[in-house]
């Protein structure tokens, strides 16, 4: 019933021309009968047999096209890593609010900006990339955004220049966006031999309930190296499913770490093609959830080419009856010979109603490669927690501890250390004491 | 100091120890020998407070307090302390932080303020040279990917840093060579001090010519079965535990004291 909300939003949308260059119409006309067609997914449906959608779908959203919104620089403070000299951009419910944002220093030739600013320019690399990565074949929500998205972040590192500094896109959500539903759109196109590190966060302000359905394309040309950390810290309430679809070019590094702890219900997609030999991927990611929280990730690794190596590390923790899902996947081509791959699942139960799926799948359809993967569901280790307790800690302070250390290594991949900093210390916070005694 | 008085106690249905009793005062040193199995380690669990074991009988007083109604983080608070037979890892949790946590935990049990770093970094410096252990070693995490022997000397040096009153050493030394067994001897023998006490429990007399008790206890079946002066070790070296083994019939408890 909400698709027609959907589609009467588009309808609206569609007549609106300043929002929508001649080229995208059509794009945007594809993806909403697309999504017409099929509708939301259900768990009948390869890829969310575990996850429901139909709490997003029987939901009535109002548009958040038009932006609006009540955040001030201090409700950003627990956001932004304690950067000052990072380029940040802030979208509030989903649009650019230029009061918020700052762009530091940037290397000459070097663009960030919001998509809508870069759209109306007439920006040639968005026309060229915008939805090239994430297209049709990409489900309901993806086409749901490409129908839909007014805004988002736009960055473009040309060859051979390093960006030091990280870039920020902060998408805070606040009261003024509840019930409102948001698909921002963000491409970053790193060109040959190019080097940037975005981090991308979904965050709210209060605890309203919305829903967020951002969709990033990420370019890596031959060489370039992306390091892509995104952090789904959104309200409580809220329904989050973001797809981003990278495209790696011959040695090029894309670097991805995924941190979600927020949203009553969250999907977090992410995709690579690794399509130029030598090419390497690390997807790494931690999900923390208790109460009634629903947390999937669901990664997909294309070894198109030979000589690529991809490897990832998910963790997660579960609290009392959340339930988290994990589907890794990794497919190798007939061409990808000597592809080296390895996947690991590692869930930490810490209470009797937590529940985990996880599947990782391997296809390959070529014979010469190199590729593991495992999955593993256990509970805090009685003998560890009586090891910290009989050196004077508290069992609350013991289970605490194990589970931050638990979660720790792999946090603790990651490359730029106000990030690491923060989640760690995000790690370490998210269950003090929440957990019930007596668990394990 | 601890009296216990027939304590049974088990995993699981299953009896383990079946009427243990032991004295042990302050300034003394015991040790309790006894072939595999006999029950040496779950009496040194039971009296940290492991969980996983129930006491279905008998009493254990520390400091004239029920030592058995304490969660293990308070047996730790009021000054005991379990060198464990095998030291958990714990990946993720490096050893400095470890140790100060603990630290820190025993102060604030007794209403003092958390250390100040630097004074603590003087104090595990000191207590790291003791146990002949390199500082590098505090960056690692707790026993991960320690040799058995770097375990054991954590075992001690965590013993050396805490300052316990009454220390339980659960086999520190096997699987030691002869010089790591004279650290940790060392290690033990510069903590004594006339208001603490030390239960040494080992397989082996090796260990007693280092750390020389006060008494020495059998435990085989889980029970006591004889108890003596320091030439007990010596005997048993000799004879091996057959002669006692065989000799405690079976349903009468050891006695021992
Ligand atoms: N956690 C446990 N689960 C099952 N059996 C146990 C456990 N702990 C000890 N036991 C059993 O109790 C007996 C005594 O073991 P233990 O106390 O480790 O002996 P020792 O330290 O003297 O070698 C053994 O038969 C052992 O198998
Ligand atoms: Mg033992």
Not at chain 1, 57 to 75: K, Y
Not at chain 2, 81 to 92: D, R
Not at chain 2, 126 to 152: H, Y
Request: some cysteine; overall charge negative.
């Amino acid at each position: 019933m909400t698709v027609h909300g959907f589609l009467d939003d588009f309808s609206k949308f569609a007549a609106d021309h300043g929002r929508n260059p001649e080229w995208l119409l059509p794009v945007r006309r594809a993806a909403i009968e697309r999504f017409g067609e099929r509708g939301f997914p259900t768990t009948r449906d390869e890829d969310w047999h575990f996850t429901s959608a139909a709490r997003i779908a029987d939901a009535e959203f109002v548009s958040l096209a038009a932006g609006g919104g009540d955040v001030r620089a201090a409700d950003l403070e627990p956001f932004t890593f304690g950067a000052t000299d990072w380029t940040q951009l802030v979208f509030v419910n989903g649009r650019y609010t230029p009061e918020l944002s700052a762009v530091g220093a940037l290397p000459a030739g070097v663009r960030v900006a919001s998509l809508a600013d870069a759209l109306r320019e007439g920006v040639p690399a968005v026309r060229e990339r915008l939805t090239s990565l994430a297209a049709l074949d990409h489900g309901a929500f993806v086409a749901l955004n490409t129908a839909l998205f007014v805004d988002g972040g736009f960055v473009h590192v040309p060859a051979n220049v390093v960006v030091e500094r990280p870039i920020h896109l902060l998408f805070v959500a606040d009261a003024d966006g509840a019930s409102g539903a948001a698909h921002p759109r963000t491409l970053i196109i790193a060109d040959r031999h190019a080097r940037a590190t975005i981090v991308e966060s979904y965050v709210a302000v209060g605890d309203p309930m919305y829903f967020m359905n951002p969709v990033t394309e990420v370019v890596l040309a031959d060489g370039a190296h992306v390091t892509h950390l995104r952090v789904q810290r959104e309200s409580e309430r809220a329904y989050h499913v973001g797809t981003t679809q990278a495209h790696q070019g011959r040695d090029s590094k894309y670097s991805s770490f995924s941190f979600a702890t927020g949203a009553a219900l969250s999907r977090t997609n992410i995709y690579t093609v690794l399509a130029g030999p030598g090419g390497e991927v690390t997807l790494n990611g931690l999900y923390m959830a208790d109460g009634t929280q629903h947390v999937d990730h669901q990664t997909r690794i294309e070894h198109v080419a030979p000589n690529c190596t991809s490897h990832e590390v998910y963790k997660g923790v579960l609290d009392d009856a959340a339930h988290g899902v994990f589907n890794g996947k990794v497919y190798v081509h007939p061409e990808a010979q000597k592809t080296d791959g390895k996947q690991t699942n590692n869930n930490l139960l810490l209470s009797p109603d937590a529940h985990i799926d996880t599947k990782p799948q391997l296809e390959i359809f070529a014979d010469d490669v190199k590729c593991t993967h495992g999955a593993t569901v256990g509970q805090l280790d009685e003998n560890a927690l009586f090891y910290l307790r009989s050196r004077g800690l508290g069992a609350d302070d013991a289970k605490t501890l194990l589970t931050y250390a638990f979660a720790a290594d792999v946090v603790q991949r990651i490359d730029e250390p106000a990030v690491r900093d923060a989640l760690e210390t995000l790690a370490r916070e998210r269950f003090v004491g929440a957990m019930p005694a007596g668990v394990g | 100091m601890l009296e216990i008085i027939d304590l049974h106690a088990g995993i699981a249905d299953r009896e383990i120890l079946k009427g243990i009793s032991l004295t042990v005062r302050a300034g003394e040193v015991h040790a309790i020998m006894g072939p595999n199995g006999s029950g040496k380690s779950t009496l040194a669990q039971v009296l940290a407070g492991h969980p996983a074991y129930e006491v279905t009988g008998g009493s254990a007083t520390y400091d004239g307090e029920d030592l058995l109604a304490l969660p293990p983080e308070e047996r730790a608070q009021k000054g005991i302390f379990l060198a464990f037979q095998y030291p958990v890892e714990i990946p993720g949790v490096t050893n400095a932080y470890f140790l100060r946590a603990a630290y820190n935990e025993i102060r604030k049990s007794k209403g003092l303020d958390e250390i100040d770093p630097m004074d603590f970094a003087d104090l595990v410096e000191e207590r790291l040279r003791l146990v002949d252990m390199d500082r590098e070693m505090l960056q690692r995490a707790v026993n991960a990917g320690f040799s058995g022997g770097e375990k054991k000397r954590n075992e001690i040096l965590q013993m050396a840093v805490l300052g316990p009153r009454l220390a339980i050493l659960d086999e520190t030394d096997s699987g030691l060579d002869i010089d790591a067994l004279r650290v940790v001897a060392h290690g033990v023998n510069s903590l004594r001090r006339p208001d603490n006490a030390t239960i040494v429990v080992t397989h082996y007399q090796r260990l007693l010519n280092y750390i020389v008790p006060d008494r020495v206890h059998v435990l085989a079946g889980g029970r006591i079965v004889k108890s003596g002066g320091k030439d007990l070790a010596l005997e048993l070296e000799a004879r091996g535990y057959d002669w006692l083994v065989e000799a405690a019939p079976a349903g009468v408890a050891g006695a021992a004291v």
